[in-house]
């Protein structure tokens, strides 16, 4: 099994920042792929951003040029640098893991951590 544990959310005024970390621990793993997704109320949850395990990132359109993922493979920790927040980014933001575990790929999901954007 691996856990996947998030922190860095918080509350922030529109064009604040918030960093958040997710970290993944467990058994022997090899990450593929770290991912960001979030939810809103009301609102299907969405992928927001992914790095690759050869580093490749995306984001979806709405964050561009403003979020950053990053990942320190050393400690399979991902990282999302969130600049120029706005309200729509409030959400809980989820950590998913994509791993391969004596050949066989899964993935795991963190319990998620809250953004609260005010205008």
């Known amino acids: 099994q691996v856990q996947v544990r998030e922190s860095g959310g918080g509350s922030v005024q529109a064009g604040g920042s918030l960093r958040l970390s997710c970290s993944a621990s467990?058994?022997?793993?090899?990450?593929?792929?770290m991912r960001w997704h979030r939810q809103a109320p009301g609102k299907q949850r969405e992928l927001v951003a992914s790095?690759?395990?050869?580093?490749?990132?995306t984001y979806i359109d709405s964050v561009k040029g403003r979020f950053t993922i990053s990942r320190d493979a050393a400690k399979n920790t991902v990282y999302l640098q969130m600049n120029r927040l706005k309200s729509d980014d409030t959400a809980v933001y989820y950590c998913n893991v994509d791993v391969t575990m004596d050949l066989w790929r899964t993935d795991f999901w963190g319990r998620g951590t809250q953004v609260t954007v005010s205008p």
């Open positions: 467990g058994t022997t793993f090899k990450v593929n792929a």
């Open positions: 790095v690759t395990g050869d580093d490749r990132t």
